[in-house]
């Protein structure tokens, strides 16, 4: 089992930059693929981004892409969502999640462990 904790949100200018970190609990982080989910008020949790366990494949929602990058610290167990150029409709609580399923995972059924969320506003 693993636990998961969220941090780095916060509020920002359009156009700015947020670094949010999700730190696990346990010692078999690194079998873990990992995945970043946000949910804005009002909407349906929705795929933001992924890594493999290795940290080799990522994969990004199109509305991200070129603007937010995902990356680990098997060592540190964490895993970072580094999000750039940001847009107000970016703004919403951002969550992490593990699974055990080997891949590169977009599927929120698929993951068995999540965070309580960090909050990210992005003002215009």
């Known amino acids: 089992q693993v636990q998961l904790k969220e941090s780095g949100g916060g509020l920002v200018q359009a156009g700015g930059s947020l670094r949010l970190s999700c730190a696990a609990s346990?010692?078999?982080?690194?079998?873990?693929?990992m995945g970043w989910f946000r949910q804005a008020p009002g909407k349906e949790r929705e795929f933001v981004a992924a890594i493999t366990w290795s940290g080799s494949s990522t994969y990004y929602v199109d509305s991200v892409k070129g603007r937010f990058t995902v990356s680990r610290d098997n060592a540190k167990n964490t895993v970072y969502l580094q999000m750039n150029s940001l847009k107000p409709e970016d703004t919403a609580v951002y969550y992490c999640a593990a699974s055990r399923v080997v891949g590169v995972i977009t599927t929120e059924s698929v993951y068995s462990y999540w965070g309580q969320g960090t909050q990210v506003t992005v003002s215009s």
């Open positions: 346990g010692r078999t982080f690194s079998r873990y693929a």
